[in-house]
Every structure is written in C-alpha cells, then in structure tokens.
C-alpha cells in the first residue's frame, strides 16, 4: 500500500466517535486502557514544524509505565522516511520525550448504553482547562514504557510495534499535495493538542488509533467554523504501523 495511503488523514467528530465508540464496544481491549486520551500544550507541535520541510511526522509510543498508566510519549521524525519493512527496527531517538501534562479520564466514554450521536456530542462539546507545561521524559524511561506496553498480551494484536505515527507531508486521493500537521497546527483558536484513544475494526486485525483534536485557550474542543456538522478536516487520525 503506497505511502500516500497511510498519511495522517483529516476526520471529522463524527468519524471520531466512531473510533472511541469502537474501543467502549471491544471490553477486553477498552479493560486495559485506563485514559481516554491527554492533552499537550501547543509550542513543541509548532517548534517542529518551524523547521520547515524537514520536519516528517510525530511519533508516538504507546506507553504503560510502572502504575499501569496507559498515555503516549511524542518525538518528532526529521527527514524520516516511513518504511514498513523495517518498523522493527525504529526505536525512541530523542533524549527526551514529551509525555502529556493532563490525563484525561474515561468518564467521556462511561455509559453502557450510550444513544446514537451522544459520544459525538461529548466530543464536540469537551472541556477540560489546562495551563501545565509539558512534561519531559528520559529516553531510557520511555523504552521501559514501551517494552512494558509490547509485553502486555492485551495489547499486542492492538499495536503491531508499540507505536502510531503522524507523518506531515502526503498525498490526496486526488494526488494534490498536502501539509497535514501543519494545516492542523494553524487552526483558528488553537492552543492546546488534545489525543484520544480509538479502535480502528476496517482492518484485518483492530487496530489502536490517535486522534489529534484542536483544543481552544479554555481547554474546549474546537468547532468547525460556522459549526458546520459534516466538517471533515478539523481533526486528524494516525496510521497503525502494520495491519
């Protein structure tokens, strides 16, 4: 499958919704996860892609650390070509890794019973204020996390390599090319990146997914402008390594 294919792809809440109510659905998946999501401040999203054409993507590692916590740890990729047959072989580079200031519990995912559109509403109606720093991680740490995340057999089926990746410049269906994070990162309003767990089932084997949300200086995720309802390029989702 040519890379194009894999690039990081612009959804919309309701695409969103679909996802998290996938993992809500897969309890012995959902079990295991014990945060929804997390939110980053903005500035090192905007540091990495100041750096222009360099700039390939953001990797994230699917972490559990020593409480069982389950969050991930971002590095960018520079000049990172994203080849499937040696995914093995990629490993944290970076001596510090940013993991998020504020977890976010899994009280937007509670109800067994949730109506059609409810968690579509949730999502679009999200708040949680935040002023906190982003937190740093030791690169010998975050291996840790990682190997404790790819040893956990709930896990393994989930994410073939104990990561997902955001790669930046790709291509369209239609062949045009595109700038994915750094379209996200100008969004009107934005301040904060938020992520949130999701199942991917349209795969051979579920897959774990991020999604990326633009959060407003009140900590709110944002609208499409105009509140427009089939927007479908305010957020964004990963692509699991392997399926």
């Not at 595109?178 to 969004?187: D, T």
């Not at 774990?208 to 499409?224: A, C, Q, T, Y």
Request: hydrophobic share 35%; with cysteine.
């Amino acid at each position: 499958m040519p890379i194009e294919e894999k690039a990081t792809k612009p959804i919309g809440y309701e695409k969103a919704a679909i996802y998290l109510s996938n993992l809500i659905k897969s309890e012995s998946s959902f079990g295991f996860i014990n945060y929804s999501g997390g939110t980053f401040n903005l500035r090192k999203f905007k540091d990495w892609d100041g750096q222009g054409i360099v700039f390939s993507g953001i990797m994230c590692w699917f972490c559990k650390d020593d409480r069982s916590n389950i969050f991930i740890a971002i590095e960018p990729r520079f000049n990172f070509e994203y080849d499937e047959n040696s995914l093995h072989k990629v490993k944290p580079e970076s001596e510090y890794l940013f993991i998020p200031p504020q977890l976010l519990d899994k009280s937007i995912l509670a109800g067994s019973n949730l109506q059609e559109g409810e968690l579509e509403r949730r999502l679009r109606g999200f708040r949680k204020p935040m002023v906190k720093p982003n937190k740093k991680a030791k690169n010998r740490d975050v291996v840790s996390w990682v190997n404790n995340f790819r040893s956990d057999s709930n896990f393994k089926e989930l994410s073939s390599y104990g990561f997902t990746y955001f790669i930046n410049n790709g291509k369209t269906k239609d062949g045009s090319e595109r700038s994915f994070i750094s379209e996200f990162l100008i969004q009107n309003q934005i301040q904060f990146v938020r992520y949130f767990f999701g199942l991917d089932t349209d795969l051979k084997t579920d897959k774990l997914r991020l999604i990326l949300v633009p959060v407003d200086f009140s900590g709110k995720n944002i609208e499409p402008a105009g509140n427009r309802l089939d927007n479908e390029s305010l957020l964004q989702y990963s692509w699991p390594p392997s399926t």
